[in-house]
């Protein structure tokens, strides 16, 4: 066994009382100021220690993960749907295509309720649940061919447990883009400067893909440069159409924007993942981490304070106007992806596993890429807690409760305890070039403002609208690269369900297959779209809970999964990794659920505001926020169908549950009926490094590769 060098062991000693240090400040500290500062020193020092020993435990003696066997990507290249794919543009890919509204959105709600609760269930959660998920779903596909959670769940539990798994995880993933997408929809309606920027990344990355594929195959260096040059011209150029004449053009409706985005997602899920699917993600990678970098640097310069309470009186009374409910469940479903997040099981399960090199590289991309995600949830937490109190729930609440004037709104957010001025809510809107934001829900426009406070005080006030709009352009980015990466997944899992009864659709790179499920996806999630952008009670706020119990559902799913085929595969003692997330997860997902059908409250329960509407209906009222009876029957045909999907989708996730229960009882009882659907060992000829940075080993194995290789060349 290696001795550890003294210099290891002093950096990782500063590294954990860096941490620690974080963390007494943020949970001791009250009635005084407290930097922003350190909940960055809290998180990254978690996340380090985190990544440094629990992940390489996990990897190494849990998973068990063989740099000699080769991946589905190796022994089954296509270049469509099975690629190996340099580890450094996967791990951007992944990134990005995990990374969408969750980590953005939920942190900003959930600072609702203050920000020591959602701190804590960021950070704590993907250690021990989020990340492990990722990386052990990632090793399980990997050694499936790729097949997704719920085509796992079919095969190793049974036709009872799978088939709940695969209708679950599939109506989930539908709900999960429908959300994903309203955000989108959110960020970019009437705003000409980020639509163009945003439509600009397509033929940029469609560029990157040929030049990477045909042009200068290998040099990622190079197009990475070229990539990101053009990327930031699209940026400034965006502000240039916005006051030309060509603004009319990129001012899109709601309800346009939802075209678009669907035929986008139509159109990305069946192009071959190398010309646009993989460039685009990777290029919007460096968006992404270097925003969120830029943020932790911006926040260790400017020293924000937190203004936002550690624990508010919203978490304990459950009358919050940004979302209803109590701190417990309702806190950790809002947080969603930053902590642990169903919707990457199967991006784990479909993309990704398809184009990984090598196994070792597992915990790289499934542990590492989770880890910043949920950095980017910390700081999308700091952003929220940073602005005004009063600003954050002008712009949080909806127009049905705070009035449409800075007059109501100042009055009645005064009248919840956190003053503000008309004059301020005015000044507010001013400074970043908008002309309201008020009830600007859905959280992206809050974390705008929050990161334009931070960028300004580095780079000086003047600059506060074009850090606002840039925010604006970077969320709707982080956001799309989830909409085209979960089609195409989604796509996977309906060929996949889809297989069992007309074998073609197994071949994912079949045509007519491909075409038929991607158009069934699209216009599915199309529909919840449509449904977000016309909801009288506001999109988000109706949908986004759903949107929050789906997820952690579908977490719940993957995680019965893996501790199914850990302990299936010999791994009984390690079976408590993923075992400990799904009693968590399961414990505060159905009790969410169950509030959410049942509940009396009808902020909360779905079935007692279909009541109440319907009731108003009857008597010919007209109940706010609906403005029309037209309105009243919408939130009744959608309270219905969001409380029947709660309901159903928590008693398929129940039935999971029990039946993986069923199986590993039986694997104890009698191990000689058990069977695992791993594909057969084949030995790997790539050689290719485990992490971002070779070592000297991995170094000298591709010398030896390149010396052997040359004679045949």
């Not at 950096?11 to 949970?27: K, S």
């Not at 950095?375 to 127009?399: C, E, H, K, T």
Request: charged residues 15%; proline residues 5%; contains cysteine.
């Amino acid at each position: 066994m290696r001795t550890p060098h003294v210099r290891s062991i002093v950096i990782w000693t500063l590294v954990a009382l860096i941490g620690a240090a974080g963390w007494a400040v943020l949970a001791l500290a009250r009635g005084e100021e407290v930097s922003a500062a350190w909940m960055v020193a809290a998180a990254l020092g978690s996340y380090a220690i985190a990544y440094r020993f629990y992940a390489r435990f996990i990897a190494h003696r849990v998973l068990g993960v063989d740099k000699n066997r080769a991946t589905p990507a190796e022994r089954l290249n296509n270049g469509i749907d099975y690629h190996p794919t340099d580890r450094r543009v996967l791990l951007g890919h992944h990134f990005a295509a995990i990374a969408g509204a969750g980590p953005l959105v939920g942190p900003v709600l959930a600072a609702q309720m203050g920000y020591l609760p959602g701190t804590i269930w960021i950070i704590a959660g993907v250690i021990f649940a989020g990340a492990v998920q990722d990386m052990v779903v990632l090793f399980f596909s990997t050694r499936r061919n790729g097949r997704s959670v719920g085509q796992m769940a079919r095969e190793e539990l049974g036709p009872v447990g799978g088939a709940a798994a695969l209708i679950g995880t599939f109506v989930i993933m539908i709900i999960l883009l429908g959300v994903l997408a309203l955000v989108v929809v959110n960020a970019l309606a009437s705003s000409p400067w980020g639509t163009f920027s945003i439509a600009m990344t397509i033929p940029i990355a469609l560029l990157m893909g040929f030049y990477l594929r045909v042009l200068r195959p290998g040099r990622v260096i190079e197009v990475s440069v070229i990539g990101v040059a053009l990327l930031l011209f699209a940026l400034v150029a965006g502000r240039w159409v916005a006051e030309s004449s060509w603004a009319e053009a990129f001012t899109l409706a709601p309800s346009t924007l939802v075209i678009w985005l669907v035929a986008y997602g139509f159109v990305a899920s069946i192009l071959p993942v190398w010309m646009l699917l993989a460039p685009r993600d990777y290029l919007s990678t460096f968006m992404k981490i270097g925003t969120i970098a830029l943020l932790a640097v911006g926040v260790v310069i400017a020293l924000p304070t937190l203004q936002m309470d550690a624990v508010t009186d919203f978490a304990g009374r459950g009358d919050g106007p940004v979302f209803a409910g109590s701190l417990f469940p309702f806190v950790f479903i809002t947080i969603a992806c930053g902590a642990l997040s169903g919707f990457h099981a199967l991006i784990s399960s479909g993309t990704t596993p398809k184009m990984i090199q090598k196994e070792t590289q597992i915990r790289m991309i499934g542990y590492g890429a989770m880890l910043m995600e949920s950095s980017v949830a910390v700081m999308a937490l700091i952003a929220a807690s940073i602005i005004d109190p009063g600003l954050y729930f002008a712009m949080n609440a909806p127009s049905g409760v705070i009035g449409t004037t800075v007059q109501q709104a100042s009055d009645v957010v005064t009248g919840w305890g956190y003053q503000i001025s008309p004059g301020a809510l005015a000044q507010a809107a001013k400074n970043v070039e908008e002309s309201t934001l008020l009830s600007r829900t859905g959280g992206a426009p809050t974390l705008a403002i929050g990161i334009s406070d931070i960028f300004s005080k580095v780079t000086g006030g003047s600059l506060r609208a074009f850090w606002y709009h840039f925010a604006i352009m970077f969320e709707a980015l982080f956001i799309l690269t989830t909409v085209d990466a979960g089609t195409r997944v989604g796509r996977f899992m309906l060929q996949d369900m889809l297989g069992n009864v007309y074998r073609p659709f197994r071949n994912v790179s079949w045509k007519p297959g491909l075409v038929v499920t991607s158009g069934l996806v699209c216009a599915l999630w199309g529909y919840f779209l449509w449904v977000g952008v016309h909801e009288p009670l506001g999109g988000i706020n109706q949908l986004f809970p759903i949107f929050g119990i789906s997820n952690q559902l579908l977490a719940a799913i993957a995680l019965a999964v893996c501790t199914t085929l850990l302990v299936k595969s010999g791994r009984l003692k390690w079976a408590w990794v993923t075992g400990i997330p799904l009693v968590w997860d399961a414990t505060v997902t159905l009790t969410a659920s169950w509030q959410k059908v049942f509940s009396g409250d009808p902020k909360v329960g779905f079935f007692t505001q279909r009541r109440i509407f319907r009731e108003a209906i009857e008597d010919g009222k007209v109940l706010p926020p609906a403005k029309t009876m037209d309105d009243m029957h919408t939130v009744v045909t959608n309270s219905t169908v969001d409380g029947v999907l709660s309901a159903v989708l928590a008693l398929l996730v129940v039935i999971v549950i029990a039946d993986a229960l069923r199986v590993c009882v039986r694997h104890l009882r009698r191990p000689a009926l058990s069977t695992l659907s791993e594909a057969p060992y084949v030995e790997s000829r790539l050689v290719a490094p485990a992490g971002l940075i070779p070592t000297r080993q991995e170094k000298e194995e591709a010398r030896h590769e390149h010396v052997g290789a040359a004679p045949r060349g």
